[in-house]
């Protein structure tokens, strides 16, 4: 675990994005953050397992390691607190892990964004197909804020999705870990 993320680390480093609150993580913490998802990673698994690899939806969940499912979404949803769509209400400002179902090849990646309408200024992150699952958003930020007063501000991402949308690898310098 601490290997596969560090090598991820390094490719956000190449993007330009992520390698900041990555280094930021005290030493203590970072380890009780290790053991802790250890033992939780067996939901996403399992949910995983009863989904099968691929059935062509992006999903949400309300808790850690994929307990409480918000939605599960073939196509995009702009908005995850209006009445319509697989995300309505409650689910935005929601998620806490996620998971990627899409069927390989083409928009197979996963944008999640901040605010409404798919608006990346204001922070994205993208969940990769070969990632499978993020099984605690705690550990994520959104891309770095690009426009208004809170330029280069870098927000987390647990319970802060409002809207998602399918894309290619290529559209994303930001990716969840
Ligand atoms: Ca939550
Ligand atoms: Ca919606
Ligand atoms: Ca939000």
Known sequence: MPRIRSALAAVGLAAASLAIPLAGTPAAAESESES????????CRAVREQVGLEDGRARAFDGKDCHTPLGADEGNDYDWGDSTGQFQKGDTNAASSLMNNGYSGGRDVIAFYDITAWD?????SCLAHDELFADD???NKFSKITTGPYTGKQNPMDNRI??????TRDDCNTFVT
């Open 36 to 43: 802790e998802s250890a033992t939780m990673l067996w939901n």
């Open 120 to 124: 990346y200024r204001y922070g994205y």
């Open 137 to 139: 958003l705690s550990d």
């Open 162 to 167: 409002s809207s998602h949308r399918w894309v």
